[in-house]
């Protein structure tokens, strides 16, 4: 098993990259704190993990406020004695974000503050514990907008996770000698309920499809798969990477310097 003895904490755990992540992790053997504000979502997901064997508890989180990113790692700690892995999940796509001139002030808050504040937080709480332990993972979910805009204007939170890369790669190498590795998972356009919702009419949606050569959404299964890779010591030379696992958007409109 390839998280064997590890706990794992997972934001946005209630659904889409989230859940699958706790479900496979849970299956390689970590015992798995479920983090979210979906209390109905999240216990689903923990006692999905229970019923298969697993260990695993639920903990309401809203990432955006630093009480409950102290309260779940505490949480990690206190039931299951350690924390190896910190997988900065939660997320919003808002359907009113927009372009510069249409994106209210109050969408670009709500989202840097979920989006990019939530992963600050956990990362406060949460390397002090992974020093407990010796040492651990800390993925942070970015997106391949981090890297290129969005067909689809959606500046807030492009610029959220632009902003959860920069952070990723200063705390890799802040960390480093602390046997704390700390990676960027940048998913392609997903068929999650996220991106679905968002990418709201078939236009919306063949906008991002004429992009992607493998010519369809990734799925919230195969990301999971690699977060598994960048949690496990298979990925133990990695830090301040940005993964791209994305369908080769990047590499057909990105150009090397």
């Known amino acids: 098993m390839r998280l064997e003895n590890k706990v794992a904490l997972i934001t946005g755990a209630s659904s889409g990259i989230g859940r699958e992540s706790a479900l496979l992790f849970a299956q390689e053997g970590a015992r ?22 697993g260990e695993a508890v639920y903990v309401n989180a809203d990432v955006s406020k630093a009480a409950d990113c102290e309260q779940m790692i505490a949480m990690a700690e206190n039931k299951f004695g350690r924390l190896d892995v910190l997988f900065n999940n939660a997320g919003i796509m808002h359907g009113d974000d927009g372009d510069a001139v249409s994106t209210s002030e109050k969408i670009w808050e709500l989202t ?9 937080l956990g990362c406060k709480f949460g390397i002090p514990a992974l020093r407990r332990a010796g040492g651990g993972s800390i993925i942070n979910t970015a997106s391949f907008v981090a890297v290129m805009g ?48 968002f990418l709201n009419t078939d236009e919306k949606k063949q906008r991002r ?8 959404f990734g799925q919230a299964r195969e990301m999971a798969q690699a977060a598994l890779f960048l949690a496990s010591d298979e990925s133990s ?7 791209l696992v994305d369908g080769g958007i990047t590499s057909a409109y990105v150009t090397p310097e």
């Open 112 to 120: 840097l503050d979920i989006n990019l504040r939530g992963v600050f």
């Open 150 to 197: 969005a067909a689809t204007p959606q500046l807030a939170y492009t610029a959220s996770k632009g902003g959860v890369l920069a952070m990723t790669r200063e705390l890799a190498v802040i960390h480093a000698r602390e046997n704390i590795r700390v990676n960027a998972l940048c998913p392609g356009p997903l068929q999650t309920e996220l991106l679905m919702n």
């Open 32 to 53: 798995v704190v479920v983090a979210d504000v979906n209390d109905a979502g999240g216990q689903e997901t923990a006692d999905m993990i229970t019923q298969a064997g």
């Open 237 to 243: 030379f990695m830090t301040g990477s940005e993964f």
């Open 209 to 216: 499809l004429v992009h992607i050569p493998m010519g369809r």
